[in-house]
Every structure is written in C-alpha cells, then in structure tokens.
C-alpha cells in the first residue's frame, strides 16, 4: 500500500518537473514557504494538477454523495454507491485548497484496481458555496458544497425574532455564488405581526425571489409545506439559517422517514460522531437531493465580498448599470441610480440594510 503511494508520489514529481519551474520545486515540501511565495505560478500549477496525466485508467464519472474524513469520500457511479479515496496528486493540491473535492462534485474515478477506486479528477463546477480560512498572509477557499441548485434561506417570524438583515447576506452570497436562492418564512403561528413581515417580503418577490410562509412543528397544520416540496422537487438545495429558525423540523415535516434530530445544536450532534467536516447527499424521495453539511453553519458574508456587495446586495443588478460610475457604491456618487430610487423600488430598509452590511465588511 505504501509502496504503491510513493511510486504514485513519484510520478506525480515527474509531472511537476516536467510542467513547473525548478523554483516552485524547491518549497513543494514546505507549507510555510510555500504560503509565503505563494504566486499566480503556483495557482497555474494548481489548474493544470486538476487533470492527471496518467495513462491506463479506467476512469468513469461520479458523484460524490458522502464525505467521510478528507481523503475518504461515497460516491455514485451510475446508482452505485463506492468508497473512493483521493489520489496522491489530489491530496497534494490539497496544500493548495485544503479540500480540492467536496461533496456535489462530478469527478472522474479510476477503477482499475477492486477496493482501490481513486479519484483522479475533478469535473468543472457548475457553482459552489465556499468559505475562506486565513493563514499567514494568504487567504484559502475551502469548498463547502459544489453544483446545487438552490438555497434555501429559513428564517423565523418568532423566536428567534424575523432578521430580515440576514436574508439580505444570505442571497448576496447565493447571488455571488451563482445560485438560486428561496425564502422560506417559518414559524407563521407564532408571528407578533405577520402583515408587517409579509410587507418587508415583498420586496423579495418583486426581484424575483419565491417566498414562501410555512409552519412546520407537528401541533400546527403544515401551513406551506407542500408549495416548500414543490419547491424542492428534482432539486438539489441546501438549507441554511439561523439556529432554531425550524430547518430540521421542515426538514422532517417535508420526510418524516429523515427524522433529523430537533432543537438539537448539530454540532454537539456530530461531535465525537464525525469530523466536523462529515457531509452528505440525501435523496428525496420526490426527487432531488438534500445536501446536509455542517460547513454551511460558517457560510456568512466577509471582506472577501466587500468588493462585490454593491452589485450582488439583492436587487441592486436591475439598477447598477444605470449608476453614472461603474464601481458605484451607492453611498454619496452623483448620479446613483441606487439613490434616485431610494423610497421607491429600493424600499428604505433595505437600504438601511445594505449600509449595514458595507459597513460590517
Ligand atoms: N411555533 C412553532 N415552532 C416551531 C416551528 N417549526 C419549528 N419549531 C420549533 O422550533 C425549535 C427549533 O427547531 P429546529 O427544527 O431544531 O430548528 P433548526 O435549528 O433550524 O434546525 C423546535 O423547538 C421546534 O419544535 C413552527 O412552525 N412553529
Ligand atoms: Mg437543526
Ligand atoms: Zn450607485
């Protein structure tokens, strides 16, 4: 077994040596160095690490469903489930960005030898929900979830109190992400002043948004639960919100056969369980998938999107190109199409909202 990973080690040097400069060679070991110099020629390794130069595989396409630790993961190959590790070269870009494969992600497996399927490839994302990690003096993307279809952003009327603030940076970052986004409003029963909440929501609706009001403990009546189930159907989507806004208990109200553990902190739940980092796929049994991640919980807006909040902020992309400067910020430029709308299409709050948010960042 070892064996085999230092010829395979080897080959990939050969690779390296025939592709890179001999300077990028002499920090291949060291992480720290490598942080320190770490240059546009190091992320055209990266890319062209992406595919494998060997030859003779028996590679075929599939989907990872399951993450198991960081070099172990599940997936479909044409409806079948198989444990596939990551191979030698994978894990070396691994310096590069901590997780190169994550769970949505087509990949091409090699299946050349019985209870050793590697993961050579990776196919070209659709789209993805990434985090960053800071170190020394660079900043690493660590890919969350890869190629889904929505997010769906659960927020409460009620305990905890409606934050329509956070909706505003949880579709920012679907907007950055290039993914759809859906409104769900849990928890309607409880709700102080419905009308109000229903008002603010319309705002959403009118960019283009579904919005959806649902209660989902087993007392009340499943109010939207199955306009949510259409919503989902042969979907692939990701819940996120804040803690006890409802997303388990929608969850298991959409499929009571999950039955996901309620008013539950999940990660004490996975803890001594799993890695923190355990993900996996779960199929609907109306078609399409949930993805169940623990890493979504450190999705959030950071000064990595400062740059692009004024053109992704909700809305804002049916405005901006109208504003006199390119890099508007919609804060004091003359001629801000953000601005003469204010009070109008761009409701007060919102814009209070995004000021908030520029300002956090
Ligand atoms: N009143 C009311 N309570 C709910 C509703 N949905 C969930 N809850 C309760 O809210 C609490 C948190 O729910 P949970 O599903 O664990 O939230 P999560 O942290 O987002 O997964 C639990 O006590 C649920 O019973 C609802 O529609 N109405
Ligand atoms: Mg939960
Ligand atoms: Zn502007």
Request: proline share 2%; with cysteine.
């Amino acid at each position: 077994m070892n064996k085999k990973r230092d010829k395979f080690v080897t080959k990939g040097r050969e690779f390296k040596l025939r592709n890179t400069q001999i300077d990028d060679l002499l920090d291949v070991y060291d992480l720290q160095a490598r942080e320190e110099t770490y240059t546009k020629t190091h992320r055209r390794t990266y890319e062209k690490g992406r595919y494998t130069q060997k030859s003779g595989l028996d590679l075929r396409e599939g989907r990872i469903v399951e993450m198991q630790t960081n070099y172990s993961y599940i997936v479909n190959i044409d409806g079948e489930l198989s444990s596939c590790t990551l191979s030698g070269r994978l894990r070396y870009l691994e310096f590069e960005s901590h997780n190169p494969v994550c769970v949505g992600d087509y990949v091409m497996v090699d299946m050349q030898e019985k209870d050793n399927y590697r993961i050579e490839e990776l196919v070209q994302r659709k789209n993805s929900l990434t985090r960053y990690i800071q170190t020394a003096n660079t900043e690493r993307e660590i890919a969350i979830v890869a190629n889904i279809d929505q997010i769906i952003i659960v927020s409460s009327t009620n305990n905890p109190i409606f934050h329509s603030g956070l909706i505003d940076r949880y579709l920012t970052l679907a907007e950055i992400s290039n993914i759809n986004a859906v409104i769900c409003v849990n928890k309607v029963d409880i709700a102080d002043d419905l009308e109000a909440i229903r008002n603010e929501c319309m705002y959403y609706e009118s960019i283009g948004y579904h919005v959806v009001f649902t209660t989902a403990n087993p007392q009340s009546d499943n109010i939207g639960i199955e306009e949510l189930k259409n919503l989902l159907k042969n979907k692939d989507s990701v819940f996120t919100g804040h803690s006890g806004t409802g997303k388990s208990s929608l969850i298991n109200a959409i499929e009571a056969d999950l039955d996901l553990k309620v008013g539950e902190i999940s990660t004490a739940h996975h803890k001594g369980q799993h890695t923190t980092s355990h993900s996996r796929m779960i199929d609907w049994s109306f078609g399409g998938h949930l993805i169940d991640t623990p890493g979504i919980k450190t999705l959030a807006l950071s000064t990595q999107h400062k740059d692009k909040l004024p053109r992704y902020f909700p809305g804002f992309h049916l405005f901006a190109d109208f504003c006199f400067f390119q890099d508007c910020s919609h804060t004091h430029e003359d001629n801000c199409a953000i601005l003469a709308r204010l009070g109008r299409e761009i409701p007060e709050e919102r814009y209070e909202s995004y000021l908030r948010i520029m300002e956090s960042l």
